[in-house]
């Protein structure tokens, strides 16, 4: 921040209506700089990033943050944005257009039709072939089988429910926040196994952990009800596409529709395979943004912390102009020795705010009178203190 600007690195197709909210006065965007105070990215791969001691913050437009060392992050004491719900419109209208599209074999019946040449007689009797050999089902009455019920999950649980589809759910890390939006009529399954084993549609809206990774293999495929079609806009990785593959040339598959292509998916009969288009829509890409930007500006200048993956929520307003934040390991009197070297710098506290979240804790404190710049090495040189910023 030399020139008083904060440097926003900015790195994938971030929508400019988010952008445009990061006032060029205050903000220099997309700085070529090697030493930028936040970060904005979709998927972009920054598993390998060198984590430079300017950077104070990572705003991810979208959900998943797989693609982001969030691990390492946190270990420097940096948040990690997110935008729960901002896409899930998006994700839910593709999810939708899947299940269309496989019960309906619709590919393959658009495939069969554009390979059609002759007479217009010809092409009639084709016709009629291809309607006897394309007849799909329909969705009232089939089971949807949902992994996930987060914004996304239940956003499809809802819109399934109205196309009059039963709908079975589960996800261990249900919010009791997240149960009360969903729907009453979505029946609650204990495990994985009892979605594929009750489901003629099983969708998947999980991030991708080690807990979830090839949560569809060669040994849990079998638990899937013979004929039924999965669909993943989660991510690559959860499914095992070798499984899936092998499962659609014996018929216990019916279709496999997926954001994530793969060499083995590509050209596989059952298989519909998009360029990781569940998010990539006008609106949700501006959504995206748009939160993504206030929750980076929020944090950058006033320190609050909204939707973060890997630090608690922490919202203060304003009680002066004085403000210092302070994130530190989550052991014994950290706040005590905090607020010695506050009190030692002849600072009065105004108001104040600690919250913690697995190892990390993070204090926002206000402050009646300036706090002077050497504040920051004070709190900094206490052991624990990750990072210090006056805001
Ligand atoms: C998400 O995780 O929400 C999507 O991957 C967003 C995107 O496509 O950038």
Not at 158 to 175: C, E, N
Not at 246 to 263: I, N, Q
Not at 309 to 324: D, I, K, W
Request: proline share 5%; hydrophobic share 40%.
């Amino acid at each position: 921040m030399d020139d008083g600007k904060c440097k926003v690195l900015v790195y994938d197709n971030i929508s400019e209506t988010g952008l445009e909210h990061l006032s060029k006065d205050r903000y220099q965007v997309n700085a070529d700089t090697g030493d930028p105070d936040a970060i904005l990215l979709r998927s972009r791969n920054m598993q390998e990033m060198k984590i430079n001691s300017s950077l104070k913050a990572v705003g991810r437009a979208g959900a998943g943050v797989n693609n982001i060392p969030v691990q390492r992050l946190s270990e420097a004491g940096i948040p990690v944005f997110n935008t729960p719900g901002a896409n899930a419109n998006a994700v839910k209208e593709l999810v939708v257009a899947g299940l269309l599209l496989s019960c309906r074999n619709v590919i393959q019946a658009w495939q069969y039709t554009e390979s059609l040449a002759g007479t217009p007689e010809e092409i009639s009797a084709a016709v009629e072939i291809g309607k006897k050999k394309y007849a799909g089902s329909e969705l009232p009455g089939r089971t949807l089988g949902i992994i996930g019920l987060g914004a996304i999950g239940r956003s499809v649980a809802d819109t399934a429910l109205q196309l009059g589809m039963r709908v079975i759910g589960h996800d261990p890390m249900l919010t009791v926040e997240g149960a009360w939006q969903l729907p009453t009529e979505v029946a609650r399954a204990s495990s994985v196994a009892e979605v594929l084993a009750n489901a003629d549609f099983i969708t998947f809206h999980v991030p991708l952990t080690d807990d979830t990774r090839y949560m569809i293999n060669e040994h849990t495929i079998r638990a899937i009800r013979p004929g039924a079609s999965l669909l993943n806009f989660a991510r690559a990785g959860i499914v095992e596409d070798s499984a899936v593959a092998k499962a659609l040339s014996t018929g216990s598959l019916h279709a496999y529709t997926t954001d994530f292509p793969s060499p083995e998916l590509i050209g596989t009969p059952g298989v519909i395979a998009l360029p990781h288009l569940g998010a990539s829509t006008v609106e949700a890409e501006e959504n995206c943004a748009r939160m993504v930007v206030e929750q980076i500006r929020d944090f950058l200048e006033n320190g609050n912390i909204r939707n973060s993956v890997n630090f608690p929520a922490v919202m203060l307003p304003r009680g002066t102009s004085y403000r210092v934040v302070v994130t530190n390991a989550n052991v014994p009197n950290m706040l005590g020795q905090i607020s010695t070297a506050m009190a030692q710098g002849g600072l009065n506290i105004h108001d104040m705010i600690n919250q913690s979240r697995n190892t990390l804790a993070y204090t926002v404190v206000d402050t009646d009178s300036p706090i002077a710049p050497d504040m920051v090495a004070r709190l900094q040189a206490i052991d624990g203190v990750l990072h210090a910023r006056i805001v």
